[in-house]
């Protein structure tokens, strides 16, 4: 009987976090998606006024570019989205993994250029799903680069294990995130900037949270001095 | 001369209304300053480089957002009597409910470009009434 119980209890937990989930959707869709298309609206209305008055100028030129690089963020903020919803529906096949081979294959499609990558671990190898990994980790040492204000820096990928997880740790030397934002970091459309400063959807952090979550894991912002250090669990099948 | 502080992270809203300033024939000399974020807005405002005669708010940026704004701008002496129009996307009620509460000028919702001359009439007819 309790098993029963706690499956019931299980999927009551599930749809409560699915329809919050889409609340909060609508909520973000109406102003993160709605942005771009009134950006849009308004350029193009500005550049009918120039046409219209005979008046084409450096200006109209510019407000041209800007109109076209909306419409680029529209694209990326909806493909994000797409990726996200689809998170968990496919499940890949479980493959040994050497470590040093997922860190070169991550780091070999990201901008390393001139940051240093540190491993730490204390395991070389264990079995799990390797893309969804590579896209969380893909998607931690991307933003460590992305946000951090100089052009070189540190970056510490720290793996350890007991019987039931695996445990990752990526810490960066970058400005780390406010204490005031890390509650909202990991939600929906939430930039860092604003996306006229640093181009991005803001969906990153929720789609690793999905991602992490759908392993079997947790995720959360490790406290630390200086830098961010983001630490998440996963799955280990022994 | 009037002094207007625009708090919004979107570069192309902020243009809208620099446009809607430019049309109207006393706005147009008025100084305008922006901030992208309730926290840069702040900082303008506690060193004194801005006193505005109206602030303009957005509600959704990223760092500290227009809620939180108001919220630090009201419990603090020097600042809890600037008067602040909400301008969002956001017609959520709890957004409305909250910032009304914050004692605000006016809640008014972002439209296209053409609908901002009546909030441009309305900003001129509030500050020739409010300038000291």
Not at chain 1, 39 to 62: F, M, P, R, Y
Not at chain 1, 105 to 119: A, D, G, R, T
Not at chain 2, 102 to 129: F, Q
Request: charged share 25%; proline share 2%; glycine share 6%.
């Amino acid at each position: 009987m309790t098993t029963e119980n706690e499956t019931l209890k299980e999927l009551v937990h599930k749809l409560q976090r699915a329809n919050e989930e889409l609340e909060r959707f609508a909520y973000v869709a109406s102003h993160d998606l709605k942005a771009p298309l009134r950006a849009i609206s308004n350029l193009a209305g500005w550049i009918k006024e120039d046409i219209d008055s005979g008046s084409v100028t450096a200006e109209t030129q510019s407000h041209l570019k800007m109109m076209l690089s909306r419409v680029t963020r529209m694209d990326k903020l909806l493909d994000d989205l797409l990726t996200y919803a689809r998170v968990g529906k496919n499940k890949d096949s479980l493959e040994l993994i050497e470590i040093d081979d997922l860190i070169n294959s991550v780091i070999e499609v990201l901008p390393i250029k001139k940051f240093e990558i540190i491993v730490e671990s204390g395991l070389s190898s264990f079995v799990a799903e390797r893309v969804p990994l590579e896209q969380v980790l893909m998607n931690l040492i991307g933003n460590s680069i992305k946000h951090h204000t100089k052009k070189s820096g540190t970056i510490t990928i720290g793996i350890e294990s007991n019987d039931t997880h695996l445990q990752f740790t990526v810490s960066d030397d970058g400005p780390g995130i406010h204490l005031s934002q890390q509650e909202e970091a990991f939600q929906m459309f939430k930039t860092l900037k604003p996306r006229d400063e640093v181009e991005g959807s803001g969906m990153g952090l929720a789609l690793v949270k999905k991602i992490v979550e759908s392993q079997g894991g947790t995720i959360g912002i490790v406290p630390s001095k200086t830098g961010l250090s983001i630490r998440f669990s996963w799955t280990n099948y022994v | 001369m009037f002094s207007v502080l625009l708090i919004d992270d979107d570069s192309v809203d902020v243009m809208t209304l620099q446009r809607s300033f430019r049309k109207h024939p006393i706005m147009k000399k008025a100084k305008i300053h922006t901030a992208k974020n309730g926290r840069e807005a702040l900082d303008k405002l506690l060193s004194g480089e801005v006193d505005p005669t109206i602030i303009l708010l957005d509600l959704n940026m990223p760092g500290m957002d227009g809620l939180q704004f108001l919220d630090h701008v009201r419990s603090t002496e020097s600042l809890s009597k600037l008067r602040i129009l909400v301008l969002t996307t956001s017609a959520d009620r709890n957004d409305i409910q909250q910032a009304t509460d914050k004692c605000i000028v006016g809640y008014i919702k972002k439209a296209k470009a053409g609908d901002y001359t009546t909030l441009t009439d309305l900003l001129y007819h509030y500050c020739s009434l409010t300038e000291k």
